[in-house]
């Protein structure tokens, strides 16, 4: 069994408040530390009701004062949201605060609508055109200073904070496998270029300072509860949430329904974002992670579970944690 890590968008759910959903998320990284997990990622949003996550570093630092030894990252940060510098700093204050256990996953998405990007950044010149050499660019200012250097990050500086590249489509693959980075596919919305973007990443990593030999991270729904109907259940409200963001909609994490019509199955039809979710019993989940890990050979799998129950959406990361310790005894 390859190492499992949990990815978290600090979900508002309805009659919530985003105080209340950073508490469940700190909350949800110590379960995650005690259970076992290697890392916790939060994920930038901007102008969504439904997400609290939008200042990433300022509750990666809060996440971070309660927890001790799990690593903490983002997955990632928008990077044509932000400067470079601005990122290498805020960073390298979380490795200051933090040693050895920041990560920095960037992607070239803006997290947002095209209206909402132009508030963020002011103007769209540049942007994702930019990205590649942007990425360059931050990781230069996270390296040791080179003599004469001008403009340095501090804290940042020297930091070597490791950079991880995340995609949706082809265009992260490649980018990771140039640059000779960690790359971490959103599988868990955008699944129908998965297997490509695995194997352009596989083949054409270059071999780089920062690694010496690929890492694929997959992102994986795993929904689990005492029984499959039970997990079922709960994953409705994942389910509505997809339905009303397509429906240009968004909002708070709704409370699961009986879906005795079966209204939500589009959202897990194959090909479909959800259509790679384990969602079941102990059982279930174990044999689901199993077959995950055994088609798609990741080098590491981050979970994500938007469940409407805080005390439901621990216990669900517990048997996700109890799959992990058992298919790794059995092998």
Do not use: C
């Amino acid at each position: 069994m390859v190492p499992l890590s949990v990815l978290d968008l600090s979900p508002i759910v309805q009659g919530g408040s985003p105080g209340q959903s950073l508490r469940a998320s700190r909350q949800l990284a110590l379960a995650a530390e005690r259970y076992g997990f290697q890392r916790y990622w939060l994920a930038e949003h901007h102008n969504m009701t439904g997400i609290a996550s939008a200042a990433t570093a300022v509750a990666l630092a809060y996440i971070g004062e309660g927890t001790s030894t799990i690593r903490l990252g983002s997955g990632g940060v928008m990077l044509p949201n932000h400067a470079p510098l601005i990122i290498a700093e805020q960073f390298g204050t979380l490795e200051a605060m933090y040693p050895g256990r920041i990560d920095l996953g960037v992607g070239r998405a803006p997290g947002t609508d095209q209206l909402t990007a132009r508030a963020l950044r002011r103007h769209l010149t540049g942007g994702v055109d930019q990205f590649p050499q942007d990425v360059i660019e931050l990781m230069a200012f996270l390296k040791a200073p080179q003599p004469g250097q001008a403009i340095r990050a501090v804290p940042g500086s020297g930091s070597n904070v490791p950079v991880w590249m995340l995609g949706s489509s082809l265009f992260g693959a490649q980018l990771a496998a140039v640059l000779g980075l960690p790359f971490a596919f959103a599988s868990h919305f955008a699944p129908q270029m998965m297997d490509e973007a695995a194997e352009i990443y596989r083949r054409e990593f270059t071999p780089s300072e920062y690694r010496s030999k690929p890492h694929l991270m997959l992102a994986l729904n795993v929904v689990a509860a005492e029984t499959d109907e039970e997990a079922r259940r709960l994953f409705t409200s994942l389910q509505q949430a997809f339905v009303n963001l397509h429906r240009g909609m968004p909002g708070p994490l709704p409370p699961p329904v009986d879906d005795p019509e079966d209204r939500l199955a589009a959202t897990v039809a194959p090909g479909s974002p959800l259509s790679k979710a384990v969602v079941g019993g102990p059982e279930t989940v174990r044999a689901g992670l199993e077959a995950f890990v055994a088609r798609h050979k990741p080098d590491e799998i981050i979970v994500t579970a938007q469940i409407f129950d805080q005390e439901k959406r621990l216990r669900s990361l517990e048997l996700v944690a109890q799959a992990r310790d058992a298919l790794m005894m059995a092998a």
